[in-house]
């Protein structure tokens, strides 16, 4: 149980254009979804939390208008990085959080390259 | 001041031999302590959790925690190499939250 997926695992695109990922929890009702950003050989950053129905709430130092989140539904969660630029490529993780005790279960992550 | 707190290693062990990798954390409000591993590439993956003082084991892996001290720690007993990975330390001090630690990279050698 607690699987979460995230769709692409790997995408390319030229900059200024836009990118969506999407995070689901297959297996679970997710009541609070995260999205992460990791660079090479540093720790996870929190970049934002989502929950259901409800605006996310960004982390300081990240931009809401440039990563925009919705999380339309307990299984779906989406990140759009908007007017992508070469310094936005990443590895983005999603998490769902099932409420209990707090424990997230991670997707395998999208590698974004902007060129 | 960091929250969560980790040797970013590397810790070599021999394989076969016990693993012990540390966290302490600063939030005494904790409630909630998570060990997840993290290998080159990918995202991480969820292997413990220990909510109450003491020793929680789960095949190989033996979580501890100390509240009084605010430490909590993880056992791998004979370690493989591909135990080797970086080990992230979580902590959830009563928020929506994870607080992680910055992880220690256990490298385990043949």
């Known amino acids: 149980g607690a699987v979460v997926s995230q769709h692409p695992s790997r995408v390319i695109c030229k900059s200024g254009t836009s990118v969506k990922i999407e995070c689901r929890s297959l297996d679970f009702q997710a009541t609070t979804m995260f999205w992460y950003r990791q660079f090479p050989k540093k720790s996870l950053m929190l970049m934002a939390t989502s929950n259901e129905g409800s605006k996310a709430t960004y982390e300081q130092g990240v931009e809401k208008d440039k990563f925009l989140i919705n999380h339309a539904s307990l299984t779906l969660s989406t990140l759009t990085v908007t007017s992508a630029h070469p310094e936005d490529s990443s590895f983005y993780i999603c998490s769902a959080g099932t409420g209990l005790g707090n424990e997230q279960f991670f997707g395998p992550g999208t590698r974004l390259t902007v060129l | 001041q960091k929250e969560v707190e980790q040797n970013s290693g590397p810790l070599s062990v021999p394989e076969g031999a016990i693993a012990s990798l540390n966290c302490t954390y600063s939030?005494?409000?904790?409630?909630?302590f998570f060990w997840y591993r993290q290998y080159s590439g990918k995202s991480p993956e969820l292997i413990m959790s220990?909510?109450?003082?003491g020793d929680k084991e789960d095949g190989r892996f033996t979580a501890q925690l100390n509240k009084a001290s605010q430490y909590v720690s993880l056992l791998i007993r004979d370690s493989q190499p591909s135990d080797s990975a970086t080990y992230l330390c979580?902590?959830?001090?009563?928020?929506?939250?994870?607080?992680f630690g910055t992880g220690t990279r256990l490298q385990v050698f043949p």
């Open positions: 220990i909510y109450s003082n």
């Open positions: 939030d005494r409000g904790s409630q909630s």
């Open positions: 979580a902590v959830n001090p009563n928020t929506d939250k994870l607080i």
